[in-house]
């Protein structure tokens, strides 16, 4: 199992597998719910994701477009998604607490990254999303 929490421990989840690698996300909104350049996130089947703790603390805040975001309202970590018409959790990265074991898959949005993001590593980069996926 790959455990994840936020800031504070109040919410803990874990989880047994990734469907997809791990993707950066270098758009604007992801720059302002993460804080830094981009947002790393995976996917993983709802089915194969539980809640330890800290349910109570989830906090959801969507935007009128839709785009939505999913914070621990103690601390303000980003936590887990469910993504809407979907059976997968969008989970961030950063607050896995063990090694995934996943490399970085691709990058998209870099079309509207900050002039200060300088990106490095082999993979792929994109304008915009992955030619094909979609996110709600
Ligand atoms: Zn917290
Ligand atoms: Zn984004």
Redesign the pocket.
């Known amino acids: 199992m790959i455990r994840g929490s936020c800031l504070c421990g109040g919410i803990r989840f874990h989880f047994a597998r990734a469907v997809t690698q791990i993707g950066m ?3 604007s ?2 720059r302002k719910v993460s804080g830094v350049a981009s ?1 790393a996130v995976i996917v993983v089947p709802a089915a194969d994701l539980a809640w330890l703790s800290g349910e109570d603390l989830r906090e959801t805040y969507a935007k009128p477009s839709g785009w939505r975001t999913t914070f621990c309202r103690r601390c303000g970590s980003p936590v887990p998604q469910k993504l809407p018409g979907t059976e997968a959790y969008w989970v961030p990265a950063g607050v896995l607490d063990d090694d995934p074991g996943l490399p970085v898959g691709g990058h ?2 870099v079309g509207s990254k900050a002039p200060w993001d300088e990106i490095a590593g082999p993979a792929p980069q994109f304008e915009e999303g992955i030619p094909g996926a979609k996110r709600t």
Do not use: G
Request: charged share 0%.
């Open positions: 996300c270098h758009c909104q992801c947002n998209i949005f």
